[in-house]
């Protein structure tokens, strides 16, 4: 790993921090865009000696109005997919971030760090808020704060991210260099983002030029983690694509985004890239690819959907788990919440 920010002085031991919403429909897409890479990051971090630490982020999932007990219901299943996908709270560090405090409260002072103008550029807040900015929730105006605060309450130097939340890392090291010019400290981690691999943004099987997402009307659309094995073959055999056959070499693929999406999700399920798969199927029709890719997808998928419908089967075991893991979590997060108190001026006892 390289050092978080060649400005600072400070050198912060390497730490890596991510999560995801729990806003239900686990697909594909957040497999390989973010699951997969946290079981990867999980084992690269106690070959090198470095912690790892992953979050159900459901204050986040509030941002917009959740139904109660739907909401309990998608954090557990998130975990369970985490869990699944190979997380093991053994390893890496395993929770739901409202059980965790010191996010809302290092929030709030990121809150007085951070400027309106600041939050007004996030392209997700005109995305969400869309032209009934009025009407939307503060705390969706505030969600970057409160992210920045995920990530710098565990002074974490890492996160693995979708080339969607990259603007929202930039916002958390500009917040991280106000505090610390402000107080004249070289208290907190200049943040990198991570953003890797051939299928870090899957597509949609239906149109190759929008993003896989639980929210598209078609589920034929997606491939979700708690699709059965019939399931899967079936949508990647149903598929759209083109007429032409599998180029040989990535350039063939452009303007052909059908072709471009089933052949990155075949190489990150492989764990080879592009031009290697190119090579190995140029000149196939895809009703020679298809099977393929299917055969692969099952293989990976179905152990998962499968250890996920056990778990949801036992909730006191995947409370047991986060809640364990929110524990090892406060343990990292008190003694920074405190520290920054103390830098900028509070009492405590």
Not at 153 to 160: E, F, G, K, L
Not at 326 to 342: C, F, M, N, Q, V
Request: hydrophobic share 40%.
């Amino acid at each position: 790993m390289s050092d978080a920010s060649a400005n600072q002085t400070t050198k912060f031991q390497p730490r890596v921090f991510s999560g995801i919403q729990p806003s239900g429909g686990l697909t594909l897409g957040n497999y390989l865009g973010a699951m997969r890479r946290f079981v990867d990051w999980q084992e690269r971090g106690l070959n090198e000696g470095f912690e790892t630490i992953f979050c159900m982020v459901d204050l986040h999932a509030i941002t917009v109005w959740q139904d109660p007990e739907a909401l309990r219901r998608q954090t557990r299943e998130l975990a369970a997919g985490y869990i699944a996908s190979g997380l093991d709270p053994a390893k890496a560090i395993l929770f739901n971030q409202s059980q965790v405090p010191e996010h809302t409260q290092l929030a709030w002072i990121f809150n007085c760090v951070a400027r309106m103008g600041w939050m007004q550029r996030m392209t997700q807040w005109k995305d969400k808020a869309g032209k009934n900015q009025q009407n939307a929730s503060l705390g969706l105006f505030a969600y970057p704060s409160l992210m920045a605060a995920d990530i710098l309450v565990y002074h974490a130097t890492h996160v693995p991210v979708g080339e969607d939340q990259k603007q929202h890392i930039e916002l958390t090291r500009d917040i991280a260099i106000k505090f610390n010019n402000d107080y004249g400290v070289d208290f907190f981690p200049v943040t990198e983002p991570v953003i890797e691999g051939a299928a870090t943004r899957v597509m949609s099987l239906r149109d190759g030029s929008k993003k896989m997402s639980k929210s598209d009307p078609s589920d034929m659309a997606r491939i979700n983690l708690t699709d059965d094995a019939d399931a899967i073959a079936n949508k990647i055999r149903k598929a759209r694509t083109d007429p032409e056959a599998l180029p040989s070499e990535a350039k063939g693929l452009e303007d052909r985004p059908e072709a471009r999406n089933l052949v990155n999700i075949y190489a990150a399920l492989s764990g080879k890239d592009v031009d290697s798969v190119l090579a190995e199927v140029g000149g196939k029709q895809f009703s020679e690819f298809k099977p393929m890719l299917a055969d692969i997808a099952v293989a990976h998928l179905s152990p998962i959907s499968t250890e996920m419908a056990r778990l949801m089967e036992a909730p006191d075991e995947i409370d047991a788990i986060i809640g364990k893991g929110a524990e090892k979590a406060r343990e990292i997060a008190e003694p920074i919440l405190k520290k920054t108190y103390d830098i900028v001026g509070m009492i405590r006892s």
